[in-house]
């Protein structure tokens, strides 16, 4: 079926350095890009959105870039902490589409 | 303002009965869809309601149904229960589409 960055590998990052997860999304329409994370027991938690006429955007300790060109999805992490350990989800919203897809996640582990 | 809840939070059943989840959306959040989250398929969308009208379907067979009341609160129904529909079930709100989705805590259907 759709789908948005099929794989999900784990990413381990020891506390304090920069985490960058990747997402490869399939629909060159696609206008509206969501990171979440999800913690487990727990439902996805917004984290950030970026619309196609951006190429980065920054909130607080994380950064999202976009690369329309390749369709690749990024986010960063600064300064990682323990309570970032979790699955992170990027999705993508198609005005033609108009539905969200979400990829598989990637799953972060924060090493003391 | 009060986040997404979904009722009940936990759930078993047996093969060939039927199901009915609720969510209650965030406040002013006229957009409310429904996800089913297995480790094997990740987040699959299942459908969307705005104003009581369904606007978006996914890849689900009929036994999967929703609706939405005029205050927005939805929910989602699954007849003839199989071992495969055994899920978290995730309902997201927002204030219109191409905007971002809060989820709530997700209903956890386990199907024997």
């Known amino acids: 079926g759709e789908s948005v960055g099929l794989h999900l590998p784990t990413l381990s990052v020891q506390e304090g350095d920069n985490s960058i997860i990747n997402c490869a999304y399939s629909?060159?329409?696609?206008?509206?890009f969501i990171w979440y994370k999800q913690e487990s027991g727990k439902g996805p938690q917004f984290i950030i959105d970026?619309?196609?006429?951006?190429d980065k955007r920054q909130g607080q300790r994380v950064t999202v870039l976009l690369n329309k060109t390749v369709k690749h999805l990024s986010l960063q992490i600064a300064a990682t902490q323990p309570g970032d350990s979790a699955v992170y989800f990027c999705?993508?919203?198609?005005?033609?589409?108009?539905?969200?897809?979400f990829g598989t996640g990637t799953r972060l582990k924060v090493l003391a | 303002k009060a986040g997404v809840t979904q009722t009940p939070r936990y759930l078993i059943k047996t093969r060939g009965q039927q199901v009915t989840l609720s969510c209650s959306p965030i406040?002013?959040?006229?957009?409310v869809s429904w996800y089913q989250q297995t480790p094997g398929q990740g987040l699959q969308f299942l459908f969307e309601?705005?104003?009581?009208?369904?606007?978006n379907k996914g890849n689900f067979p009929g036994r999967f149904s929703g609706r939405q009341f005029s205050n927005s609160r939805s929910e989602m129904n699954v007849s003839t229960l199989e071992l495969g529909d055994s899920a978290l079930y995730l309902c997201?709100?927002?204030?219109?589409?191409?905007?971002?989705?809060?989820f709530g805590p997700g209903t956890r259907l386990l199907v024997l």
């Open positions: 997201a709100s927002s204030d219109r589409l191409a905007e971002p989705q809060y």
């Open positions: 629909n060159s329409a696609s206008d509206y």
């Open positions: 970026i619309r196609s006429n951006m």
């Open positions: 999705a993508e919203f198609g005005s033609g589409t108009y539905k969200y897809i």
């Open positions: 406040s002013g959040h006229r957009s």
């Open positions: 309601y705005f104003s009581e009208t369904q606007r």
